[in-house]
C-alpha cells in the first residue's frame, strides 16, 4: 500500500474513489470546483470510506496527477502504513465567531488525542477553512493553544473569484461557513513549510491606520493607502490600479531571511486598500517584487527532500494569486511536471495556513517512506 492519488475533470467521481482505494484507510483529502457541489460529493466520498475521516475543500482549479485542472475533482488516501492513528473536528459558524468556532475545534480534538504532550515530531495537523472568514483569527487560536505544540498546514477554501461560497466537508457534511481539522500520528517522515517567490525591494514603509477585521489598510506612512500604493508603482494615482499590479506587486513582512506576502486585491472608496490577510497598524512592511514561481518550486521540492528521502506523497495548499500568475505566463504545465513524479495533490485557495494565515503563497506538506 502507498499514496495514492487520482483526479477528473468530469462529474463522475466514483473512477477517482475506486483509483485511491485501498486496504485500511485512514484519511481522504479531495479538492473541488465549487459547483460540484450539486453532486453531493460529499456524501459520496463517505460511503466509498465510512472508516476514514474524509476532508474536503472547494477550490478554484486544483492540481493532480493529469496536471492542472480549471474544474474538476482531485483526491488522496493514506493508508495505515503511513498513519497510525487520526482524529478529527468540524465546527460552523466561522464568520461571525472565528475564535469561539476554532475553540471548540481545539477542545473537541484535545479529547480524542493522548493524554499529556503529544511529540511534533510524530503528529501533523491539516486544516481547511472557508475561504470568506478570518483565518487569521482561528490560526491564532489553534497555534496558541497549549495540546497543540504539533504543525497544522492547510488552506482556505475558494470559489470562482466570485467570493460568494466556499465550501468545506468532513465526513459526510458540507459547509459554506465551517472549519474542519484532521491531526495525523505519522508512522513515517514528513516534512512541512510554506515557499514565497517574490522577494524584498527594499522600499520600507509604516502601516499606520488599518481596519483589520475588514482586512483594509487606509493610511501607510499617513498617506492614504491607495495614493501610497500607486505612487510606489509610479502610477498616477488609485484609479490606475488593476488587478495586475496587486498580483504583482505585493506587500511583504519581511523578518531575516523570511518573507511573509501580504497581497491587496481592491481599492476601497478610493482611498483603501483591502488584502487577502489582515494587517495592523504599526507593521513595518516592504514592497515585493516578482521573482521565479517555477525555480521556487524546484528549491521547495529539493528542501523537502534533503530532510525527507524518498517523498511518497505531496499536497500543496497554492494561492490563487499564484495561479493566476502561472496561467497568465503560461507555466501551469511546468509547475506540474516539477511534481508530476511523485503522488501529488493540491487546489488553489483564498489563503494557506501554516502556523499562520498567509497569502500569495505556497504552503506544503511532503510524505515520506
Known amino acids: 500500500m502507498s499514496v495514492l492519488t487520482a483526479a477528473t475533470a468530469g462529474e463522475d467521481i466514483d473512477p477517482v474513489l475506486q483509483a485511491i482505494s485501498q486496504e485500511n484507510v485512514r484519511i481522504v483529502l479531495y479538492f473541488f470546483s465549487v459547483d460540484y457541489k450539486k453532486l453531493d460529493i460529499e456524501a459520496t466520498v463517505h460511503q466509498w470510506f465510512p472508516e476514514a475521516v474524509c476532508l474536503g475543500s472547494s477550490m478554484i482549479g486544483g492540481w493532480g496527477p493529469n496536471g492542472p485542472m480549471e474544474k474538476g475533482f482531485t483526491a488522496m488516501s ?4 503511513e498513519v497510525e492513528t487520526v482524529v478529527s473536528s468540524f465546527r460552523e459558524g466561522v464568520k461571525a465567531h472565528p475564535r469561539q468556532t476554532a475553540r471548540e475545534i481545539v477542545e473537541d480534538i484535545a479529547l480524542q488525542l493522548p493524554e499529556g504532550e503529544v511529540n511534533p515530531a510524530d503528529y501533523i495537523g491539516i486544516v481547511l477553512i472557508d475561504g ?13 493553544a497549549k495540546k497543540f505544540t504539533f504543525p497544522i498546514v492547510g488552506g482556505a477554501a475558494a470559489d470562482e473569484l466570485t467570493f ?48 483589520p477585521q475588514r482586512r483594509i489598510v487606509w493610511e501607510i506612512n499617513h498617506m492614504p493607502a491607495a ?5 510606489l508603482l509610479n502610477l498616477p494615482g488609485p484609479e490606475a490600479i488593476d488587478h495586475i499590479h496587486f498580483s504583482r506587486n505585493p506587500l511583504g513582512v519581511v523578518i531575516g531571511d523570511r518573507v511573509y506576502t501580504r497581497s491587496p486585491n481592491a481599492v476601497i472608496d478610493g482611498k483603501g486598500l483591502q488584502f487577502y490577510c489582515f494587517i495592523e497598524a504599526g507593521t513595518k512592511m516592504q514592497l515585493l517584487k516578482q521573482g521565479d514561481i517555477l525555480a521556487n518550486a524546484r528549491d521547495a521540492l529539493k528542501k523537502a527532500e534533503d530532510y525527507v528521502y524518498p517523498i511518497q506523497g505531496v499536497i500543496l495548499f497554492n494561492c490563487v494569486l499564484r495561479y493566476l500568475e502561472m496561467k497568465e505566463d503560461g507555466k501551469l504545465e511546468s509547475f506540474h511536471q516539477i511534481f508530476s513524479s511523485l503522488p501529488y495533490i493540491g487546489f488553489n485557495t483564498y489563503g494557506e495556513e501554516l502556523f499562520t494565515h498567509h497569502n500569495q503563497t505556497l504552503t506544503a506538506l511532503f510524505i515520506g517512506r
Request: hydrophobic letters at 45%.
Open 227 to 231: 495614493d501610497y500604493y500607486a505612487k
Open 164 to 211: 460568494t461560497e466556499t465550501l468545506v466537508a468532513h465526513n459526510s457534511i458540507m459547509s459554506s461557513d465551517g472549519a474542519a481539522v484532521a491531526v495525523m500520528k505519522m508512522k513515517v517522515p514528513f516534512f512541512y513549510d510554506h515557499f514565497v517567490h517574490y522577494l524584498p525591494t527594499g522600499k520600507e514603509f509604516l502601516i499606520t491606520r488599518a481596519d
Open 78 to 81: 493514506l493508508s495505515s502504513d
Open 132 to 144: 470568506l472568514s478570518l483565518g487569521e483569527l482561528l490560526m491564532k487560536e489553534f497555534t496558541t
